[in-house]
């Protein structure tokens, strides 16, 4: 929970391994309902025991991280999309 206060993680979850993907990257969240995309920064990725893959994002212009699983971003890699 210290890293959240400090600010150096979105979230904690025990006994998490981190995900080999590249942190930071550009990346899309999808809404499942609307299927708006939103930009942002991924900050922060962790498989959990029971296998879920969670991923914290930053939006851009937005504040605080959003949290969500990893089958809900559009990862667009390290280098600044155009128009973003």
Do not use: C
Request: aromatic share 4%; net charge negative; charged share 20%.
């Amino acid at each position: 929970m210290e890293d959240v206060a400090s600010g150096s993680a979105a979230f904690v979850l025990n006994g998490s391994t981190a995900m080999n993907i590249d942190i930071p990257q550009y990346a899309y969240h999808i809404d499942a309902k609307t299927g708006e995309q939103s930009p942002g920064v991924i900050i922060q990725a962790e498989r959990t025991t029971d296998g879920k893959e969670l991923v914290a994002m930053q939006p851009i212009g937005k504040a605080g991280p959003l949290v969500a699983l990893l089958g809900e971003y559009k990862l667009l890699g390290k280098s600044r999309p155009n128009g973003e």
